[in-house]
């Protein structure tokens, strides 16, 4: 098991990429993000995870039930269902989307499988808004959240051309989650932030183990999107700190329990969250 960081992900060896799309995959299609399947009736638009198909994403690592997911019929109206997004495009995705400014550090193992990623892209606040917190249909109110992260972040009205920095959701797989990676995790992000000294945007939802984890490294909520997905920051000061601090990894067990708890009370205001999830109309 190793941790291997790039700093420019364009020189991540080809060998890696099936196998951290194979990842980005179990991590985007497993509960709670859910992109699995959806239904191909325009006005359900219900969505399901691997382990609302297969029960567990050990079954679908091993192809169990395979013949049930495809012929897998929405269970809210019995229509169709077609994947959100396929294997293949989504390696084409990857494969441009690191050739711009973007970090990664990859968790393999012994076999050289990707068994955990995550990354760090440096963009500007447009770049944040517009591409990448907008990948499901009509989700933050863009206006709203430029206006709030400017004034956060910026002290100004508009920083639409304003650098930050972008760290997507952290995953480790579920045979490996809540091991020794924690520290070694937050430290080669913050490596790779530490000379830009730049605000750090994430994004995660209220109900992912990461939730109250990034709570406990003292980044603040700004906005929800609609499916209760929240836009989170740290402002440049705050993550010196942080890394700096020895007793990190007993505090995030320390405060788990209590940021899990606040997540669970924000989402029980909308109980349509915790239950069926549906994409709707642009
Ligand atoms: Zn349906």
Known sequence: MELKSYK???????????SLVDAEIECWWSRPFDEYKICTNPNCKAIFSIEDIYETVANYINRINDELAKNFKCSCCNSKTELIYEKNKFLEIIKEYIKWEVSRVL?????????????????????AINYEFATRPASYDKEELLKSLSKELFWTEDAWEEQISLLHQIY?????????????????ILEFNWNDNIPILLE???DSEFYPISKTLWFKNIMNDKYWYTCQ???????????NKPTILKEISAKF????KEALEILSLNNSF????????N
């Open 8 to 18: 420019k992900a364009s020189e991540i060896p080809k060998k890696y990429l099936a």
């Open 172 to 188: 480790v797989s579920h045979l490996y989650r809540w091991t020794w990676f924690w520290k070694q995790i937050l430290n080669s």
């Open 274 to 281: 915790l239950t069926q999830k549906f994409y709707i109309s």
């Open 233 to 243: 920051y740290i402002p440049k000061k705050d993550y010196f700190i942080l890394a």
């Open 204 to 206: 995660t939802r209220y």
């Open 107 to 127: 968790l393999i193992d012994d076999n050289e499988r990707v068994e955990g990623f995550w990354v760090l892209s440096k963009t500007n606040l447009s770049g």
């Open 257 to 260: 329990s209590f940021y899990k």
